[in-house]
């Protein structure tokens, strides 16, 4: 429960720093605004800018508490024990962005209690606001630079992939922080180990090896449970601690490559321990067999480790510590003895060549499941294996895609897909979409298989090419040996069999290895609960969508048009950016998710419904604003924004005629890896037909997602162009292919081009907001122009916003227990490099300039449910060193939570005096906290009609919906 | 567990009802001479019993279930386990009774489909030594296919949907270690393509021009090696030459004439079962 919370707190206090972030970054932005610069070079900036304190947000954290006395840590996590708390969230994002004056403060207050963390965290982010709205043009520079020294101060926590080694280099002369970590090894027995907190996972895994007098180590890994209880395998290039963030310094070794043929093992040893996971395995119930295969592979296990049977010494119940089987019966342990008595004369060696003989048979040998629904939301599994992917409907395989089979793997949001070579009457190439509990679990999935493709099939590692031609996309790839390589390394082992203690297996087996076991018996259950159940997956789903609203009375909207920026980062180092926009004056913001974009395995019904909601949504907003337009509205909340590799902006025509630039910003990342068939060894019957030739995965990406407004536009440019061979190929050399992840990439800034669509997210809708009040029909043409800049330079093709809103959905092809394909031909295809690494952020911005009758409302009249009241009151002085333009006074800010089921709201009301003039601005944060099930169009509109009618008085100016898919907290 | 594939001691047979010729389910409306059925049914377990040595137990018929002579239905044998099913047509679920009783008498450890909601026919279950294909019919349905799975842990189990066919063997079965023979028409095909997605292992294919034709029964017996029961030449003259060029095994045409009718198939007609010494 503590670690749920925690990464729930950790979510929200990323969402919360990264405004600051991305405001005090904006600014120079807004300047540039003025010529109306183009957004490619904003962005540029931004991300340089702004990307590093964002993906250093959690690092920042943590080295900060590591500075913290006791209590202030005792503290922090007593805050992250409160479930949605969002004040303690802001508190320790101010603590790693305060730097050392909020630690002093810190300091002061020894009891630092909640409210006042709080407090400063109002304060800094009055403060903020007050910079923002008083800053010209011309003060922004400076405010910039010190940004980014401070970003260049945190450099350590944000890690630049290229540069990641070369930090960690200088920084382990630093300090030479050592920790402690524990490793449990196959035989139970643990194995703990002093690490330099910086270590690599290699380090420890070498380690470890070593300990085992371990040589053929390419089939194992080391695994770590994550805040999730999710089984997290440690990536060896990347340090340890950037992976296990919070979790423990404990580790499992285990078996990851399960060799198909373990007679080709070169040691002893190595089969031993491929031995001693099985027996977990199938103790545990993964590794699902009959009665006959348990009592056999139970007698190899007795005759390994007893030896031969004695039938003195070894009477019936010499096997009762023994767990053959999960549920291990007497008549089974009698069958065990009986065998065993046959294996007279065997050899341990021999033993467990002869069980490793067994096992491998067994259908789930080696068999990685994940949950996950399909295309009608049925619970289904994946198996990853060395063979490639099995698709599993309660205990039945229904489906299988065998690597060669496979063109590419790619996972977008909580989808998977795959896409599948045509066969032999096809003509293209269909792609298979999964649905995974949370984003985490489908990267989880999708790293896995590169994994196994990688080790399984290729004959060496994807070779990191250092033609960048794009860099989006996750980075991750399996950098170890693969099969082939490994065997053949073996092979040259020299030396005399190791000695080694086989320990008696009994029954601490069970415990071993703490994955969940899912046996194929009963994971219909298991995924159920899965889907449905623990709060836990809640939270680490990251499927929280928030909803802010933002009233205000535009008491002066047009004095002061100053706007910050939010860049936030989400959940712990994850890379997922919003931007928070907020234009002083005039604005809601909606944070939301769905509202936008829609499922791609959406299906129809499931697209009129959200429709439906969209549509109240729209209605709801619209009874709030002076000029309604419903279709445009209809139009860009249909518009499917996932056309585009990263972020679709939608809005650029249709924007034109509101009276103010309502730019909406979806981004849409997908991580997609490209499989390149070298050479087709034993190609499979089905692939018979395949020529044996190097085979290049075409890197057509099918824009399936959303819905089919962008799609018609992919579809009108570029259906044209046909899964072309030689592309492709150019493509996949072009493909970047690092070690480093995705997440690692993202936040750090200069290098990656994937900060740029995040960046962009803000951009398009700050310029509009800029120039709002002004000069209001050209502001749109900027907004436009940048918006279509972003998906025009990395896709290489321009994307009209001018398509017609259909709204209709692709029709899912997704093939589920049948070989059938829907061929992709009607869908749009895009042909680009490589896709967006990890677009997380979703964001849909309304504005609107509508100049508020209202210019007092006294914050008492906001008739809110509290259930936590914060009044922090400044003193104007504190604010005077801000203020060019803004005579503004900040009076009181409050801010009140309260909570239901799955929403918590923020209101934050801030009441200004400005030139006499007293404005009160309603900032509504709705954050909507839910798996998939619930209806987030319903429940934002929901959200935005309870904001209007508790305050009838004062207008709904601005919403900017903000979806947090998923947070990616795995980035390891 | 490959090894041992087609290796059989026992054959589970049953004599043919009289009702079988007017009552007997079929999906054709063909009449049945019953003399010559069960004439053929004779010589077939003549041919599993003084031809081969197996040792055959013969159920009696019982009058009041006409299909009761498709023994194959009825359970699924591999290994120690026998799965008693539960035959999607509802006329046929006594059959499991007399079957259970024998396989018990075996000393096969027995599994029953108790689900009311499973459906399986014996007929629909291809085992290539390896794993298991369910094909989903008219007669098998998801349920019926998880709950073998569940008997049989070892092995995958893949579902394959059967169509325009009564059973999966209809048109399919094992002529030998990873030979599939399969039937020439559309859906044999399509079938046999789906299994070998589903499939992490590789098969061999004899391709026959008759669907009918492709269902023969293998066995591995020592002394005898392989040996397939096959379509007569009088039957399918072109399936039958496809099978005279099997070198390795030992062929042996048998007549099914009657039988097919009501679709009864070579297989339909014994559960074969391996009851070694031990395991």
């Known amino acids: 429960m503590t670690t749920e919370v925690s990464s729930d707190g950790e979510v929200k206090k990323d969402e919360e720093k990264t405004p600051e972030d991305q405001q005090q970054t904006h600014t120079p932005a807004e300047a540039a605004q003025e010529k109306s610069a183009s957004v490619e070079a904003e962005s540029g900036q931004e991300a340089c800018v702004s990307s590093p304190p964002a993906a250093g947000g959690q690092k920042k954290e943590k080295t900060i508490s590591r500075f913290l006395p006791p209590w202030l840590k005792r503290q922090k996590s007593q805050s992250q024990d409160k479930p949605s708390d969002q004040e303690s969230v802001e508190l320790k994002q101010e603590q790693t962005d305060g730097g050392g004056e909020q630690t002093e403060e810190k300091k002061r207050e020894e009891e630092a209690e909640e409210k006042k963390r709080e407090e400063e965290a109002e304060e800094k982010k009055r403060e903020e606001e007050a910079e923002e709205t008083s800053v010209g043009s011309a003060d922004t520079q400076p405010v910039r630079e010190e940004k980014e020294g401070e970003s260049e101060l945190k450099e350590e926590q944000a890690v630049i992939p290229h540069e990641a080694s070369v930090l960690s280099a200088l920084k382990l002369n630093k300090k030479m922080k050592m920790v402690v970590c524990h490793v449990t090894l196959l035989d139970g027995s643990l194995f ?59 580790f499992t070794f285990s078996v990851k490559f399960y060799p198909l043929d373990p007679s080709q093992l070169t040691e002893d040893i190595t089969r031993y321990l491929l031995c001693l996971q099985l027996r977990q395995d199938i103790s545990s119930g993964r590794l699902p067999c009959s009665f006959v ?19 003195d010494e070894h009477r019936l119940d010499y096997i009762s510590d023994f767990q053959f089987a999960p549920n291990q019966t007497k008549e089974l342990e009698e069958k065990v003895v009986e065998l065993h008595k046959s294996h007279r004369g065997m050899t341990p060696a021999q033993s467990d060549a002869q069980f490793l003989e067994n096992a491998k048979k067994l259908s789930m040998y080696g068999v990685d499941l994940h949950h996950a629904k399909d295309s009608d939301g049925v619970d289904i599994m994946l198996g ?76 060496s590692p994807e070779q990191s090419t250092k033609t960048k031609f794009l860099t989006l996309g996750s980075k991750f790839r399996y950098s170890g040996r693969t099969q082939a390589q490994t065997r053949q390394a073996s092979s040259l082992i020299d030396r005399p069999a190791p000695y080694f203690q086989r320990t008696s297996s ?69 890379p997922e950016r919003k931007s928070k926009l907020r234009v002083q004056g005039e604005n809601i913001y909606v944070r939301h998710s769905n509202l936008m974009l829609e499922d791609l395995d959406k299906t129809q019904e499931d697209v009129l419904k959200h429709q439906a909601s969209i549509s109240e949504l729209k209605r709801s907003f619209m009874e709030a604003t002076p000029e309604p337009r419903p279709s445009q509205w209809d139009k860009r909340l249909t518009g499917s924004p996932a056309t585009t590799l990263r972020m679709q902006t939608q809005g650029s025509a249709e924007v034109k005629p509101e009276v103010n630039g309502q730019p909406e910003v ?226 009181t800010a409050q801010t009140i939570t309260s909570e239901s089921l799955c929403t918590t709201t923020t209101t934050h009301i801030t009441k200004t005096l400005k030139g006499g003039l007293s404005e009160t601005r309603i900032e509504k944060r709705i954050v909507i906290t839910g798996d998939s099930d619930i209806d987030h169009d319903q429940a934002l509109a929901q959200a935005i009609k309870e904001a209007k009618e508790q305050h009838p008085d004062m207008s709904v100016t601005r919403v900017v919906v903000h979806k947090e898919t998923e947070l990616a907290e795995d980035e390891d | 567990m490959m090894s041992g594939f087609g290796r059989f001691t026992h054959a589970v047979v049953r004599t043919v009802p009289r009702s079988l010729a007017k009552e007997a ?59 008693i099913t539960r035959p999607g047509a509802e006329s046929r679920r006594k059959e499991t009774e007399a079957m259970k009783a024998a396989l018990t008498e075996l000393g096969l450890s027995i599994v029953e489909m108790t689900d009311e909601s499973a459906t399986l026919d014996g007929g629909d279950v291809l085992f290539t030594g390896r794993e298991f294909f369910v094909g989903l019919s008219k007669r098998t349905n998801q349920r019926g296919a998880e709950i073998l799975a569940d008997a049989f842990k070892d092995y995958a189990v ?50 026959l021009p008759d669907d009918l034709a492709a269902n023969c029964v293998y066995m591995n017996l020592p002394g005898k090696g392989h040996v397939l029961l096959h379509c007569t030449p009088e039957e399918f003259p072109e399936s039958a030459k496809v099978f005279e060029k099997l070198k390795d095994h030992m062929l042996i045409p048998v007549s099914n004439q009657e039988k097919v009718k009501v679709d009864g198939a070579l297989t339909c007609c014994s559960v074969l079962i391996n009851r070694k010494k031990n395991i």
């Open chain 1, 192 to 250: 703990s180990c002093e690490l330099e907190k910086r270590a690599k996972g290699q380090y420890l895994f070498f380690q470890v090896c070593e300990h085992l007098n371990l040589l053929e180590k390419d089939y194992f890994g080391l695994s770590f449970k994550d805040n999730a209880e999710q089984k997290c395998w440690l990536d060896p290039s990347k340090e340890i601690k950037r992976q296990i963030r919070n979790s423990q310094w404990q």
């Open chain 1, 293 to 311: 295969t348990h009592a056999l592979l139970g007698s190899y296990t007795l005759q390994a480790e007893l030896g031969d049977h004695d039938p």
């Open chain 1, 384 to 459: 990853v294996c060395a063979n490639g992917l099995l698709i599993y409907k309660d205990r039945l395989r229904i489906n299988r895609f065998a690597w060669p089979k496979i063109l590419k793997i790619s996972y977008k949001r909580s989808n998977f897909y795959i896409k599948i070579r045509p066969g032999e009457a096809e003509q293209f190439e269909s792609t298979v979409g999964f649905k995974l509990p949370n984003h985490r679990a489908a990267k989880r999935v999708w790293k896995v298989c590169v994994e196994h493709h990688t080790f399984f099939r290729l004959v």
């Open chain 1, 506 to 574: 009994k029954r601490l087996s069970r415990s071993l290895d703490g994955a969940p076991v899912v046996s194929v018996c009963d994971y219909s259950q298991a995924a159920g609960a899965g889907e449905n159940g623990p709060p836990l997956e809640l939270n680490s789903d990251s499927k929280s969508p928030q909803v802010e609203v933002v009233q205000e009375p535009d008491a002066d909207a047009a004095t002061s048009i100053s706007s910050e920026t939010a860049f936030e980062t989400d959940g712990a180092g994850a």
């Open chain 1, 666 to 891: 979806v981004e849409v990342v997908e991580e997609t890896v490209v499989i390149e068939e070298i050479v087709k060894p034993r190609s499979p019957a089905p692939e018979a037909s395949v020529p044996m030739e190097t085979e290049c995965a075409a890197e057509v990406k099918e824009e399936r997602s959303l819905s089919s407004d962008s799609d018609s536009e992919e579809e009108a440019e570029y259906h044209a162009q046909p899964p072309c061979t030689s592309i492709s190929t150019q493509q996949i050399k072009e493909e970047p292919e690092e070690e480093q992840e995705a997440e690692h990439t993202q936040q750090a800034p200069p290098s990656e081009t994937e900060s740029q669509p995040i960046t962009e997210t803000a951009e398009p809708t700050l310029s509009a907001e800029e120039e709002k009040p002004a000069e209001l029909p050209e502001e749109e043409e900027h907004t436009d122009e940048p918006l279509a800049t972003p998906d025009e330079a990395p896709n290489g093709h321009a994307h009209h916003a001018e398509a017609p809103p259909t709204e209709e959905e692709e029709e899912p092809h997704i093939v589920n227990g049948s070989a059938s394909r829907v061929e992709a031909e009607h869908l749009p295809q895009v042909i680009c490099c490589s896709e967006p690494p990890v677009v997380k952020t979703e964001m849909v911005t309304i504005s609107d300039t509508f100049a508020a009758q209202k210019t007092e409302i006294s914050t008492k009249e906001v008739p809110i449910v509290h259930t936590e009241t914060k009044t922090i009151t400044y003193e104007a002085a504190q604010l005077d060193g801000h203020g060019e333009g803004e005579p503004g006074v900040l009076m």
């Open chain 2, 25 to 83: 389910l079929r999906t054709g409306c063909l009449e049945v001479d019953l003399l010559k059925a069960q004439e053929e049914h004779d010589k077939y377990v003549s041919v599993l019993k003084h031809r081969l040595g197996l040792e055959v137990l013969e159920l009696p018929a019982d009058e009041a279930l006409p299909d009761c002579v498709f023994v194959e239905d009825a359970a699924v044998v591999c290994g120690d386990t026998a799965l």
């Open chain 2, 158 to 207: 893949s579902t394959i949907p059967v169509q325009d066919r009564l059973h999966l063997k209809s048109f399919c079965s094992m002529a030998g270690p990873g030979l599939i023979a399969i039937g020439s028409s559309e859906a044999a095909q399509k079938a046999l393509k789906i299994m070998q997605q589903m499939s992490d292992h590789k098969y061999d294919k004899l391709t």
